[in-house]
């Protein structure tokens, strides 16, 4: 059975940091699209960031969304077992449900589209106060 758990989510002012984490339960932990998405109240769900690693020694190919390029950063452990998303010089627009997802395959080409992914975790809310 496939399971996504994340962690790490929490209240936080503007300029500070969070790490998440998402304990992954896959058949095949390398050679699957691993994303971050969030939702803020009324508004549609959006990709964060995503990694595709195509072995276990692979460190992965990273995807951004422009809005937060340069303050995120996705990451694996090397057992693939973990995907994090190191979050930094968060600022209110931040704040949302964060979600972890996975699909098979590569991310080339629809890291951020939401039907692409099969599995989801149950999300982890943060929130950043001004």
């Known amino acids: 059975q496939v399971q996504l758990v994340e962690s790490g989510g929490g209240s936080v002012q503007a300029g500070g940091s969070l790490r998440l984490s998402c304990a992954v339960s896959?058949?095949?932990?390398?050679?699957?699209?691993m994303g971050w998405f969030r939702q803020a109240p009324g508004k549609e769900r959006e990709g964060v960031a995503a990694?595709?690693?195509?072995?276990?020694?692979?460190?992965?190919?990273?995807y951004y969304a422009d809005a937060v390029k340069g303050r995120f950063t996705i990451s694996q452990n090397d057992a693939k077992n973990t995907v994090y998303l190191q979050m930094s010089s968060l600022n209110p627009e931040d704040t949302a449900m964060y979600y972890c997802?996975?699909?098979?395959?590569?991310?080339?080409?629809?890291?951020?589209?939401?039907?692409?992914?099969?599995?989801w975790g149950q999300g982890t809310q943060v929130t950043v106060s001004s």
């Open positions: 997802a996975a699909t098979v395959g590569s991310c080339y080409g629809r890291w951020s589209m939401t039907n692409e992914y099969n599995y």
């Open positions: 896959f058949y095949a932990r390398s050679r699957n699209c």
């Open positions: 990694i595709y690693s195509s072995t276990y020694r692979d460190v992965g190919v990273t």
